[in-house]
C-alpha cells in the first residue's frame, strides 16, 4: 500500500478532528463548530508549528474570556448578525468591543504564554456578539477541548502502532 501524501493525510487530518466537534454540534444542537475551530485543527494538523495544549486550550480561554468581558461591557445587548445602521451607536458599541477584546487576548495571551492566533478569532465571534452569553462561552470551550482531545487521541493511537485509516500517520 502506497504511503498517503502529506498534504492529503494533512487534510484527511484536519477535517476528521473538526469532524469531531461536527458530529457533537449535529447530536446537540449547539454550536460547538464555530470558524476559529478551523484554523486551530489545521494547526494542529497541518505544520511543524502545532500548538502545544497550553497553547490551544489556553488561549482560547483567554479569548472567550476577553471577548465575554469587552462585550458586556461595551456592547451588550447588539450583534452583528446583518448589516447595522451606518454611524449608529450599536456600530460604534460593537466595533469597540471588537477592539477591546483583541487587546485584551493579545495581552492575555501574552501574559499567561498561550498564545495561539485563532483565539483572537474567538474572542471576536464573542464580542460581535454572535455567540456572546456564558452559556455560548461554555460551548465554545467544549468544542476547543473535543477538538485537541480527537488531536490527543489519535496520536496515542498512532503511538500505540494502531492504524489511523483516514490519516495513515500523525506525526511526522
Known amino acids: 500500500m502506497r504511503p498517503i501524501p502529506d498534504a492529503v493525510a494533512g487534510a ?73 445602521a451606518a454611524g449608529g451607536s450599536a456600530g460604534a458599541r460593537l466595533a469597540a468591543s471588537a477592539v477591546a477584546s483583541v487587546g485584551l487576548t493579545t495581552l492575555g495571551m501574552a501574559l499567561t504564554d498561550t498564545r495561539h492566533a485563532p483565539a483572537c478569532a474567538t474572542t471576536l465571534i464573542v464580542s460581535l456578539g454572535l455567540l456572546p452569553s456564558p452559556a455560548d462561552a461554555a460551548v465554545i470551550a467544549v468544542g476547543v477541548f473535543a477538538l485537541w ?18 490519516v495513515g500517520r500523525v506525526d511526522r
Open 12 to 84: 484527511l487530518y484536519a477535517a476528521g478532528l473538526l469532524a469531531v466537534a461536527g458530529a457533537l454540534a449535529w447530536a446537540t444542537g449547539r454550536a460547538l463548530v464555530f470558524p476559529s475551530l478551523g484554523p486551530s485543527a489545521y494547526l494542529l494538523a497541518a505544520g511543524s508549528d502545532r500548538p502545544s495544549a497550553r497553547a490551544l486550550l489556553g488561549g482560547h480561554a483567554v479569548g472567550i474570556f476577553a471577548g465575554l468581558l469587552a462585550y458586556h461591557g461595551l456592547a451588550d445587548g447588539a450583534a452583528i448578525t446583518g448589516a447595522l
Open 149 to 166: 482531545l480527537a488531536s490527543r487521541a489519535t496520536a496515542l493511537a498512532s503511538r500505540a502502532g494502531l492504524t489511523v485509516a483516514a
